[in-house]
């Protein structure tokens, strides 16, 4: 239940930091480039930024990079390693140091999920997410696309998979399981 | 953000919350490597993940607002048995009488808590303590998950063959006199609850019959009948079940002090 304490906390000044940067110096445009680009470390097909997991980066006067992530499920454990990875990339990028804060409002959704990492997650093989916003339990829904062979003619095996996000289906048409990003 | 509930009323309910959590993904993770099915395996140890992430949001903020330097690691694993707040249901076996280890029982208690639960962190979402509604507003999206599956299972065993329709009648035996002190009210909920940060419980409880009805309707289940009604967990009263629970839960580190992953 621990994380490195260095990185968990994301008030300003609380993490990693690098030698004396003189002020001005950093390139607030590459740190958030870098930090947009880190992979999601459990579906590495799609970055951060494609999942809607990142909220804000910004870069103060002193030269240290701000980041704002929200977590997909509460207990995501992959949070633990973005939270490092985002540290990583600013430093990497020319930041001072690097804060990443973890913040819960508004709830993260798959609906935050970009056109750009809906496309990516077809192309891996995982079928992207159809509209959240529904309210309580739902038993019955409409079919999810094969992304293999397109095919409509798919079940669902579980509603959990391999990740806290996914459920897993086949498609009784190529005969093939696939993962699916639960609409959540 | 600050609520007008004093700071001991507000750790003692960010308690009972996060203990129901946490003692529920504490004994979900028993069935690691031991459900029925590969897809029930993981489908467990999902829901135990959910329920410990929202745990550590909880025990989290329970912790700073204490004071006393308590994290969520000083909580779970530091506390005996009478410090916990959990109601008693999530710490009971996953047993029946005569059968032991038994699926049929997780699943029930997961259907009893989760239709409590759903319900709850939705009322909490509009909580006037935004810390409070932002964690109820992840975990609701998620026992929606967990009451879909614990009803698809009911529904299954219960309407399935004569011998899982009687082990699922006999789990809701066992677990059905320990619903009722999730709908019990104090003077701390009547306290929370009028300030806007919590939700007296008893107000769940005619959604919850009707949710929970339903199901055993639809798995041709009957709705037990009890008059016992045991209770103590949200003053730190449990049953020998917890000891045993918390002593697997804490082991390592009580042994090792500071360990982390």
Redesign the interface.
């Known amino acids: 239940?621990?994380s490195?304490a260095s990185l968990s906390g994301g008030r300003p000044g609380t993490g990693p930091s690098r030698a004396a940067v003189p002020a001005g110096s950093v390139d607030a445009a590459a740190v958030r480039a870098a930090v947009a680009a880190v992979v999601d470390p459990e579906i590495r097909v799609v970055t951060i930024e494609d999942l809607g997991i990142l909220r804000a980066v910004s870069v103060a006067d002193d030269g240290r990079a701000r980041v704002t992530i929200t977590?997909t499920?509460?207990?995501?454990?992959a949070m633990d390693v973005i939270r490092r990875d985002v540290a990583e990339a600013a430093l990497a990028a020319g930041a001072a140091g690097a804060d990443v804060e973890t913040?819960?409002?508004?709830?993260?959704s798959t609906d935050m999920i970009s056109e750009s990492g809906r496309a990516k997650l077809a192309a891996a093989g995982i079928a992207p997410p159809g509209p959240a916003g529904r309210q309580?339990?739902?038993?019955l829904r409409l079919s999810v696309r094969c992304p293999r062979c397109g095919s409509m003619a798919t079940e669902q095996?579980?509603?959990?998979?391999?990740t806290?996000c996914k459920a897993?289906w086949r498609c009784t048409e190529c005969r093939e399981p696939f993962d699916e990003i639960?609409p959540? | 953000m600050k609520s007008e509930v004093s700071t001991a009323d507000l750790v003692e309910y960010l308690l009972r919350l996060g203990d129901d959590a946490l003692v529920t993904a504490q004994r979900l993770g028993e069935w690691s490597a031991r459900a029925p099915e590969m897809e029930t395996d993981i489908a467990l140890s999902n829901i135990a993940l959910d329920q410990l992430g929202a745990a550590r949001l909880l025990l989290t903020y329970a912790g700073e607002i204490e004071g006393a330097g308590r994290d969520e690691d000083a909580l779970a694993y530091l506390r005996a048995d009478h410090e916990f707040r959990n109601a008693q249901l999530v710490e009971l076996a996953d047993e029946q009488p005569e059968l032991g280890h038994d699926f049929g029982v997780a699943i029930a208690k997961l259907l009893c808590l989760s239709a409590y639960q759903q319900p709850l962190y939705q009322r909490l979402c509009s909580s006037t303590d935004e810390r409070i509604a932002g964690i109820a507003a992840k975990a609701v999206k998620e026992s929606a998950y967990h009451l879909d599956f614990a009803t698809l299972w009911t529904v299954r065993l219960g309407d399935g063959t004569g011998a899982s329709r009687d082990r699922m009648a006999g789990a809701f035996a066992v677990v059905w006199p320990y619903t009722y002190e999730l709908f019990e009210t104090d003077d701390l909920v009547a306290r929370v609850a009028a300030a806007g940060v919590g939700v007296d419980p008893s107000t769940l409880r005619e959604h919850w019959s009707e949710v929970v009805g339903g199901v055993l309707a639809m798995a041709t289940l009957d709705v037990p009948e009890t008059s016992w009604r045991p209770t103590g967990g949200r003053t730190g009263r449990h049953t020998e079940a917890m000891s045993y629970l918390l002593a697997e839960m804490q082991v390592l580190h009580r042994a090792h002090p500071g360990a982390a992953w």
């Open positions: 239940m621990v490195p977590p499920y509460s207990g995501c454990p913040v819960l409002a508004p709830a993260w309580g339990p739902v038993l095996l579980s509603r959990f998979g391999s806290a897993l639960k959540h």
